[in-house]
């Protein structure tokens, strides 16, 4: 009889990782100690809880790398992708949640398969001897005792970072006299229209008080040992943004290009806020790019003083979460597994990718693994050349020393982006240079083109039958 899986941790990696192991034909156990123990993040027991943003980010496969991780994903039969296309909400050309809709859904899912048993407990320290396969998925908010546990058994220092979540407002207290809704460029995305942001206007002063405002306000005043602790570049909260140039936050978040503001027409806005749609019944909402270290008091009157958010009333303010992740590079071989302890691999944030979709895709890769291991056969990798390969080969190979050895110094998150992937000729085009020219475009597009065409041949090939 095969034998089962056991994998630890019921977020996003964790219940892919779960869901293509049962797929396959072979027993898991899911280990998640929520409710019975809560974490700093979370608010539910829900199986792949979403606690930053509702936003899985753009869905265009032929131009953006992250929207072809969705459709490689979909393709790959991922139960992550199917609930999110389930309670997809407007959000241009984003792909955007109903978090509890799409929690639910995972949870359902799970808990119905045959294959599928749910354990509601922590697992302090390493697995049991006697559990001779495990995928270890426990995010970026590994208790204490599992992450001493790893730490000790592969003599790493813990590498760690902070990850800012966003405040979430109640729409009915927004001035609707003063935004007002359009995506940037029209531009329509699944499950919008082309009006799925709401978009509050800065003129200069407007704006230059505001970074003030900003730079002034009290943060929060971390421990000792967290103060050297370093951010993750993608997820900057908005006060160090600020704090690199008054102009930073105008070329980030709030760019006001691609939006023409209706109060009064044709008066071009200095800055924007936006916030995206949150939940299915659109009252509540996301301040996009606006995550934070500011103090709750703080947040409330600053972000009072954004155009139509004078009477913001928040659901949610905004906070940060410390972040623990491997050195992958050294401490992972090719399949996930853990060097020092092959029964066990890691999936997931943990194994030093960042964003929603990025860590399912390694859940995904990690149960496959595992199953056709079970199963008694080797699954190759995937290409290099496809969004889930190239993420691999970060985690597990991207960040070499000269020596060859892994540093910790140089392996940080990443999120999936076209410079993971090996570089393409781009078709011939009369037309400029950069990412945004049409050569950019077309490269792009050669890239994920090529990318679906040898995922499609991973996906039909056979494993290997293992080595005794």
């Known amino acids: 009889m095969v034998g089962k899986v056991h ?20 027993k898991v156990v899911l280990h998640e100690m929520r409710p019975v123990r809560q974490t700093e993040a979370h608010k539910t027991g829900a199986l792949a809880e979403l606690v930053c943003s509702n936003s899985f980010r753009s869905d265009e496969w032929e131009t953006n790398a992250v929207g072809l991780l969705h459709e490689e994903m979909r393709r790959a039969s991922s139960l992550i992708m199917a609930a999110a296309d389930a309670n997809k909400l407007p959000a241009g050309g984003a792909l955007a949640v109903d978090r509890e809709g799409f929690a639910a859904h995972v949870t359902r899912s799970l808990e119905a ?9 922590e697992i302090g ?15 970026p908010l590994t208790s204490l005792a599992l992450a001493r546990a790893i730490q000790a058994l592969t003599g790493e220092a813990e590498l760690a970072f902070f990850d800012a979540i966003a405040p979430i407002v109640h729409h009915d207290s927004i001035d609707m006299a003063v935004c007002w809704r359009q995506s940037r460029y029209d531009k329509v995305g699944p499950g919008g229209g082309g009006a799925d942001y709401i978009n509050c206007p800065l003129d200069r002063s407007q704006y230059e008080a505001f970074i003030a405002a900003l730079l002034e306000a009290e943060k929060t005043v971390f421990k000792e040992f967290e103060a050297v602790t370093p951010y993750f570049e993608g997820c900057l909260p908005i006060e160090v943004m600020a704090e690199r140039g008054p102009e930073t936050l105008r070329y980030g978040p709030m760019k006001p290009v691609g939006l023409t503001n209706p109060h009064p027409p044709g008066v071009k806005p200095y800055a924007v806020v936006q916030l995206r749609q949150d939940n299915a019944l659109g009252t509540l909402w996301n301040m996009v790019g606006f995550q934070t270290k500011l103090k709750h008091g703080e947040q409330v009157r600053v972000f009072r003083t954004i155009p139509g958010l004078e009477q913001a009333e928040f659901a949610r303010l905004g906070g940060l979460h410390r972040n623990t992740f491997l050195n992958s590079p050294k401490l992972l071989d090719e399949t996930l597994r853990l060097k020092a302890d092959p029964r066990l691999r890691f999936a997931g944030q943990i194994t030093g990718v960042e964003g929603y979709v990025e860590s399912a895709a390694i859940g995904l890769i990690a149960g496959r693994f595992a199953a056709s291991e079970r199963h008694g056969s080797k699954l190759s990798p995937p290409p290099p050349t496809t969004s889930l390969g190239a993420l691999l080969s970060h985690i597990t190979g991207g960040h070499l020393s000269a020596d060859g050895e892994g540093s910790a110094r140089s392996f940080q998150p990443m999120n999936v ?8 000729a781009a078709p ?9 020219s049409s050569k950019g475009f077309e490269r792009k597009r050669a890239l994920a083109v090529r990318a679906l065409t040898d995922l499609e041949g991973w996906l039909k090939r056979p494993a290997s039958i293992a080595a005794e």
């Open 113 to 121: 398969h045959p294959q599928i048993e749910i354990s509601r407990e």
């Open 7 to 26: 994998v630890i941790g019921g977020g996003l990696a964790g219940s892919e990782a779960a869901w293509q192991i049962a797929q396959s034909g072979v």
């Open 417 to 424: 982006n076209f410079g993971l992937f090996p570089p393409i």
């Open 428 to 436: 011939s085009s009369p037309r400029g240079k950069g990412p945004r």
């Open 125 to 139: 320290g390493l697995p049991p001897a006697t559990w001779d396969s495990v995928i270890v998925a426990t995010g």
